[in-house]
């Protein structure tokens, strides 16, 4: 049996969650989710009742999901093999169709019934809805051959997005729940990264924060411990001394762009940690890394902020 919170320590909550609702209110925060947190049913509903209370504390949410998992187990059962190259999933045209199926059909409706279930009002969409994401084909470099480029398939890279869309929505007190397709300029549709959609998305509508839950506690120091309050200067400089590489590169990279674009702070949070959005947004300590941009309160050192 869960022993009872004493009331006095759940007023010390809300009062520590204060200054940040304040801070934070009428911001649009743009949250990249994927990882355990979406195929764990805990950790799912509770980033369900996550999203809500910051929507109904007055911030504007924006979910840009993946289906990682979801997709490969789908291929596997109608007997195609996953293909990677750099990280990057192959998509020929069967896959395209799995991908769709699953990003616009089933993981995004998904997401969206657990919102609505926790008090919500979600409304899912794909970058095709209304052409909102303009992509074009992404063409993956050979490192030390910048001549030579490898064809994936229906794999795209964004161009622009129309940000009409998910304003309108933010604004009629909906909270958009985004598959990361995108639309060609003759029609056709591509598969993209979700980690760039939520940065492109995040520099377009000008937001206060990107959050990318990852299976991950953050950007690791080489002794292990998680470093937090980051500038992009410093990033940069963890980078090329070899601290950031591998899997993290990616995310590090897509966080960069956005503080270097007008997004106040970018956060990479554990989503492996029950309510991980509430402690990065609304706590001092925070759950993962931290970095911002020029444009952020230099009094910001770590968790939310």
Do not use: W
């Not at 029609?187 to 959609?197: C, F, K, P, R, S």
């Amino acid at each position: 049996m869960t022993q009872a919170i004493p009331p006095e320590h759940k007023c010390a909550v809300l009062i520590e969650a204060l200054p940040y609702i304040q801070r934070f209110h009428g911001k649009t925060i743009v949250i990249k989710y994927g990882g355990n947190a979406m195929i764990d049913v805990a950790l799912q509903e509770g980033f369900a009742r996550d999203v809500v209370l910051l929507k109904l504390v007055g911030m504007n949410p924006v979910i840009v999901h993946g289906g990682g998992p979801q997709i490969g187990e789908l291929l596997k059962r109608v007997g195609k093999q996953s293909e990677f190259i750099q990280g990057m999933r192959v998509t020929d045209e069967e896959t395209l169709d799995v991908v769709e199926m699953v990003l616009g059909g089933l993981v995004n409706q998904d997401i969206v019934t657990l919102i609505n279930r926790a008090g919500g009002n979600a409304v899912g969409l794909t970058g095709k809805d209304g052409n909102f994401i303009h992509a074009r084909k992404l063409m993956l470099r050979i490192p030390d051959h910048s001549d030579e480029a490898i064809d994936i398939g229906q794999v795209g890279e964004v161009v622009s997005i129309d940000p009409g869309i998910v304003t309108l929505l933010s604004n009629q007190n909906f909270i958009p729940v985004i598959a990361p397709l995108g639309v060609g300029e003759a029609g056709e549709a591509y598969n993209i990264n979700a980690d760039l959609v939520a940065g492109k998305l995040a520099v377009t509508l000008q937001a206060e924060k990107l959050l990318l839950l990852t299976n991950t506690t953050g950007v690791l120091d080489k002794a292990g411990k998680v470093l937090t309050g980051l500038t992009a200067s410093k990033v940069k400089s963890l980078i090329k001394e070899g601290t950031i590489s591998g899997g993290m590169l990616p995310k590090v990279d897509c966080a960069l762009d956005a503080v270097q674009n007008g997004v106040k702070t970018a956060h990479i949070i554990d989503g492996r940690v029950p309510h991980a959005l509430l402690l990065e947004v609304l706590t001092d300590e925070g759950v993962g890394t931290l970095i911002r941009g020029a444009s952020a309160n230099r009094g910001t050192v770590s968790g939310a902020g």
